[in-house]
């Protein structure tokens, strides 16, 4: 039974960055599409960001659009989100996931914006 596990996150104030990691185990990420989901205090699981398999294509929701970065590394079997202009909306809990809607996804980091 594969694996997702997250890291990175933290406490950052408004405008600062910071870099998310999924690291997989137990399957190979480098066969599926992957996508980085959220959930914020009070709401549901919010996609954010999706990338191909071979890197070649990434797609964001709209409010991260030229502030967050998805990549991979398949031989290294991890995923990466770099996240910079942060701002408080962006406070939530983001899962590595294979999928938009969250359904197979790690335990979560906690990301928090706060001056």
């Known amino acids: 039974q594969g694996y997702m596990v997250e890291s990175g996150g933290g406490l950052v104030q408004p405008g600062g960055s910071l870099r998310l990691s999924c690291a997989a185990s137990?399957?190979?990420?480098?066969?599926?599409?992957m996508n980085w989901v959220r959930q914020a205090p009070g709401k549901g699981l919010e996609w954010v960001a999706e990338i191909a398999p071979g890197s070649t294509v990434a797609y964001y929701t709209d409010s991260v659009k030229g502030r967050f970065t998805i990549s991979r590394e398949n031989d290294k079997n991890r995923m990466y989100l770099q996240m910079n202009s942060l701002r408080t909306e962006d406070t939530a809990v983001y899962y590595c996931?294979?999928?938009?809607?969250?359904?197979?996804r790690g335990q979560g980091t906690q990301v928090t914006v706060s001056s």
């Open positions: 137990g399957f190979t990420l480098g066969g599926y599409w």
């Open positions: 996931a294979t999928d938009r809607f969250g359904a197979q």
